[in-house]
């Protein structure tokens, strides 16, 4: 499947038939209190929802957080770290963003409840379909007989939905998971020693390497490695910020090798006909929203050193853009 050409962007923003509609709910959510109450109203309904698909939210929530995971953030927390301003503010309805317990404990469920909505038949495996359809397409796009994937660096890891999938794909890679969140990372680390016991030591299978850093600023040698992964970073990222993560994965990767990119498509339909008033409450949980849609990714890209990219859709929703380093 090809992308679709027409910009939805300007419609989303421009649109005037709702606007009396969007200027209410922006007025709302400019009122503190009545921000918060709307917000725990909608978080509850999430949650609901969530737990009627079979998504238990609050059990598996409250199991992660019963772990001693303080340990390991503090194992992984790099104390000199300087976050980048733009981190520091409120995601997904978190007031902490994504520096915090709640959020940290919450990503995996939350994960499935959203990505459950993207195929109405694939219901709470939705988020494995995604992580999926995108890795066929790095299969697909990328020839290995030229220059085989030995090293892959997962950049804005999370608690290591991305990571742990490419690895399963990519057994005998040297894995490494990069994030600015300490709470994420703990997170990831758990879940790892819990597969490295299923798996009982593979000879094969080198162990994943976490790393709490800036995607901008790895800490990583130049020319280490040969795919780069962004999966569903970039709409978290002002497009200044994703330009300097592209330049900083140019210079990781050795030439030939590629960034592989899994995000929101503004140019899918489904937004083009989202009401704006609906956009705009989205836009209250993602602040860089509207600055990820009007980036010209395919332009960034090849300023940052790559070759134009390719564009496929992997799902109504989603992209996957692959650019080889010149
Ligand atoms: C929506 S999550 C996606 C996580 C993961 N890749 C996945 O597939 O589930 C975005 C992640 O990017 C991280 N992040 C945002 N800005 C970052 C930056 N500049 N450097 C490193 N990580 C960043 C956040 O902490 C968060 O974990």
């Given at each position: 499947?090809?992308?679709?050409?027409?910009?939805?962007?300007?419609?989303?923003?421009?649109?005037?038939?709702l606007r009396p509609i969007t200027g209410l709910v922006n007025f709302l959510l400019s009122i503190?209190?009545l921000?918060?109450?709307?917000?725990?109203?909608?978080?509850?309904?999430?949650?609901?929802?969530?737990?009627?698909?079979?998504?238990?939210?609050?059990?598996?929530?409250?199991?992660?957080?019963?772990?001693?995971?303080?340990?390991?953030?503090?194992?992984?927390?790099?104390?000199?770290?300087?976050?980048?301003?733009?981190?520091?503010?409120?995601?997904?309805?978190?007031?902490?963003?994504?520096?915090?317990?709640?959020?940290?404990?919450?990503?995996?469920?939350?994960?499935?409840?959203?990505?459950?909505?993207?195929?109405?038949?694939?219901?709470?495996?939705?988020?494995?379909?995604?992580?999926?359809?995108?890795?066929?397409?790095?299969?697909?796009?990328?020839?290995?007989?030229?220059?085989?994937?030995?090293?892959?660096?997962?950049?804005?890891?999370?608690?290591?939905?991305?990571?742990?999938?490419?690895?399963?794909?990519?057994?005998?890679?040297?894995?490494?998971?990069?994030?600015?969140?300490?709470?994420?990372?703990?997170?990831?680390?758990?879940?790892?020693?819990?597969?490295?016991?299923?798996?009982?030591?593979?000879?094969?299978?080198?162990?994943?390497?976490?790393?709490?850093?800036?995607?901008?600023?790895?800490?990583?040698?130049?020319?280490?490695?040969?795919?780069?992964?962004?999966?569903?970073?970039?709409?978290?990222?002002?497009?200044?910020?994703?330009?300097?993560?592209?330049?900083?994965?140019?210079?990781?990767?050795?030439?030939?090798?590629?960034?592989?990119?899994?995000?929101?498509?503004?140019?899918?339909?489904?937004?083009?006909?989202?009401?704006p008033y609906?956009?705009t409450?989205?836009?209250?949980?993602?602040?860089?929203?509207?600055?990820?849609?009007?980036?010209?990714?395919?332009?960034?890209?090849?300023?940052?050193?790559?070759?134009?990219?390719?564009?496929?859709?992997?799902?109504?929703?989603?992209?996957?853009?692959?650019?080889?380093?010149?």
């Amino acid at each position: 499947m090809t992308v679709a050409t027409q910009s939805s962007t300007t419609q989303l923003s421009n649109s005037s038939q709702l606007r009396p509609i969007t200027g209410l709910v922006n007025f709302l959510l400019s009122i503190k209190p009545l921000a918060s109450f709307a917000k725990s109203r909608a978080r509850k309904m999430m949650i609901d929802r969530a737990e009627a698909m079979g998504v238990y939210w609050r059990q598996e929530a409250a199991f992660l957080s019963e772990q001693n995971l303080e340990a390991l953030r503090q194992k992984i927390e790099n104390p000199a770290l300087v976050y980048p301003d733009y981190y520091l503010t409120s995601f997904h309805a978190y007031e902490e963003g994504n520096l915090g317990w709640l959020p940290a404990t919450e990503v995996e469920v939350a994960a499935r409840a959203v990505h459950a909505k993207i195929w109405p038949e694939a219901k709470e495996r939705g988020d494995r379909k995604l992580r999926d359809s995108f890795l066929d397409i790095v299969d697909r796009r990328i020839d290995q007989t030229q220059q085989p994937i030995t090293a892959i660096v997962d950049l804005g890891c999370s608690v290591g939905l991305s990571t742990f999938r490419i690895h399963d794909r990519y057994p005998t890679a040297q894995m490494t998971g990069i994030d600015l969140s300490s709470y994420f990372l703990a997170v990831a680390m758990y879940r790892d020693a819990e597969r490295q016991a299923e798996r009982q030591a593979e000879p094969n299978t080198p162990d994943i390497r976490w790393i709490h850093a800036a995607a901008e600023a790895t800490t990583l040698d130049d020319n280490c490695c040969d795919l780069v992964t962004l999966f569903l970073v970039c709409h978290e990222l002002p497009a200044e910020a994703s330009c300097d993560v592209f330049r900083e994965a140019r210079r990781i990767l050795r030439s030939g090798g590629h960034l592989a990119i899994m995000e929101m498509n503004p140019k899918s339909e489904i937004y083009a006909q989202m009401p704006p008033y609906v956009f705009t409450l989205l836009k209250s949980t993602e602040p860089y929203l509207d600055s990820y849609f009007n980036l010209d990714l395919e332009q960034a890209l090849i300023d940052a050193g790559f070759n134009p990219p390719t564009i496929d859709c992997n799902s109504p929703r989603h992209r996957t853009v692959i650019a080889r380093a010149s």
